[in-house]
C-alpha cells in the first residue's frame, strides 16, 4: 500500500476520490453506491461484480478502510452478500483532511521540481502568515526542507515591482493551483544558494556574517538532547562533561549565519543551554530573555482567569 493514498492517478484516484467522499457524509456506502457515485448517479451495468472497476475498487476499498482505523477514526462494518458496506461515525466533514494535505504537497513539490529541471517559471497566488495574498510569477531554483515543511527558493516577480531574489516560499502556503506563466526564465546565480549551508532554517538576515557561536549544556540531559539532535550540520563538541570532577555543562560549536529561527532553537532549551560566545550574538540572545521577561512582568489585563473581588 503506499504511504497516502490521495496520491493515487487516474481510475484508482478517482475511486479513492469517490468512496472518501462517501464515507465522510457518515451514510451507510456500499460497492454499488461507490459505482453509481463514479459513474455519474446511474450504475452503468446491471451487476456491480461486471462493473470494468470492480476489481480495481475492490483494492481500494480495504486500504481506505484501513488509513480511516489507522488514523484512530471508527469505521462500521456491515456484511451485504458477499461484499461488506461500511458507515464512518464521526462527525468531521473531512476527517482525512491532514493526509490529503500532505498529498497536496507532496504534488507541488513534484511539480515545482519538473519546473526546475526544466527552466520553467509558474503563477502562484501565495499567502504569508503575516501579508496578504499576492499574485506572483516564480522562478523556481531549489527545494528545500526544514523541520518538517518543504520550501521553494527562486525569484518572485510581481507587476510594477524589481524581481525579488532568493524568495523564499512555504509550499503550505500556497493558494490554489500552481499554474504555467510564459514569462522568460530568471536563472539562479552560481552559488547563490550557498548560504543555506550555514543556515539554522531558511531564513537569511541581510547583513549576517558567517559565525562560529558557542553553546553550553548546563547539565547532562541537555547536553545528551543536543548532541543527539545537533542545533546544524557543522557542530562540534568541544568540551564534554566530566562527570568524575562533578562537572555536568559541556560545550559545542556551530559555524552558521545567525537569525531569528536560530534564537528559537536555542531558547526551546529554557536556562540549560547558555550561548558563550561571541559577544554580539549572546546580547542578542541575552535581550530576547529579557524581552520574554518583560512580558510576563505585565499584568495580564482582562484575562478571563482573573479572580473577581472578595
Given amino acids: 500500500m503506499k504511504d497516502n493514498i490521495f496520491t493515487y492517478e487516474g481510475v484508482?484516484?478517482?475511486?479513492?476520490?469517490?468512496?472518501?467522499?462517501?464515507?465522510?457524509?457518515?451514510?451507510?456506502?456500499?460497492?454499488?453506491?461507490?459505482?453509481?457515485?463514479?459513474?455519474?448517479?446511474?450504475?452503468?451495468?446491471?451487476?456491480?461484480?461486471?462493473?470494468?472497476?470492480?476489481?480495481?475498487?475492490?483494492?481500494?476499498?480495504?486500504?481506505?478502510?484501513?488509513?480511516?482505523?489507522?488514523?484512530?477514526?471508527?469505521?462500521?462494518?456491515?456484511?451485504?452478500?458477499?461484499?461488506?458496506?461500511?458507515?464512518?461515525?464521526?462527525?468531521?466533514?473531512d476527517p482525512l483532511k491532514n493526509i490529503r494535505f500532505k498529498a497536496l504537497l507532496n504534488e507541488r513539490y513534484n511539480i515545482l521540481s519538473e519546473c526546475i529541471v526544466n527552466a520553467t517559471p509558474v503563477r502562484i497566488t501565495y499567502w504569508p502568515f503575516d501579508r496578504k495574498k499576492m499574485e506572483i510569477t516564480?522562478?523556481?531554483?531549489?527545494?528545500?526542507?526544514?523541520?518538517?515543511?518543504?520550501?521553494?527558493?527562486?525569484?518572485?516577480?510581481?507587476?510594477?515591482?524589481?524581481?525579488?531574489?532568493?524568495?523564499?516560499?512555504?509550499?503550505?502556503?500556497?493558494?490554489?493551483?500552481?499554474?504555467?506563466?510564459?514569462?522568460?526564465?530568471?536563472?539562479?546565480?552560481?552559488?547563490?544558494?550557498?548560504?543555506?549551508?550555514h543556515t539554522a532554517g531558511v531564513r537569511f538576515e541581510e547583513g549576517a556574517e558567517l559565525t562560529t557561536i558557542r553553546l553550553r549544556a548546563h547539565d547532562k540531559y541537555t547536553f545528551g538532547r543536543l548532541t543527539t539532535k545537533p542545533l546544524h550540520d557543522s557542530q562540534i563538541v568541544v568540551e564534554y562533561p566530566n562527570w568524575k570532577d562533578g562537572r555536568e555543562t559541556g560545550d559545542v560549536e556551530i559555524q552558521v549565519y545567525p537569525n531569528v529561527e536560530l534564537i528559537g532553537q536555542i531558547l526551546s532549551y529554557g536556562n540549560m543551554l547558555e550561548v558563550i560566545s561571541p559577544e554580539k550574538f549572546r546580547e542578542r540572545v541575552q535581550n530576547e530573555v529579557k524581552s520574554i521577561g518583560n512580558r510576563y512582568d505585565t499584568p495580564q489585563l482582562n484575562s478571563s482567569h482573573e479572580q473577581e473581588p472578595i
Fill in 12 to 93: 484508482k484516484g478517482e475511486l479513492v476520490e469517490t468512496f472518501y467522499k462517501l464515507l465522510a457524509t457518515g451514510d451507510v456506502v456500499s460497492y454499488e453506491s461507490i459505482l453509481t457515485e463514479y459513474d455519474g448517479g446511474v450504475l452503468s451495468t446491471p451487476k456491480i461484480s461486471a462493473h470494468n472497476q470492480y476489481n480495481t475498487l475492490k483494492k481500494v476499498v480495504p486500504e481506505v478502510i484501513d488509513t480511516f482505523i489507522t488514523n484512530g477514526l471508527s469505521i462500521v462494518s456491515i456484511p451485504e452478500g458477499r461484499n461488506t458496506s461500511y458507515q464512518y461515525v464521526g462527525s468531521d466533514k
Fill in 138 to 197: 516564480f522562478h523556481p531554483h531549489l527545494l528545500h526542507t526544514f523541520n518538517g515543511r518543504f520550501f521553494a527558493f527562486g525569484v518572485s516577480e510581481m507587476e510594477g515591482r524589481t524581481p525579488f531574489r532568493k524568495f523564499c516560499m512555504a509550499l503550505d502556503r500556497i493558494d490554489g493551483d500552481i499554474k504555467g506563466s510564459s514569462a522568460t526564465y530568471i536563472s539562479a546565480f552560481k552559488d547563490e544558494y550557498k548560504f543555506l549551508v
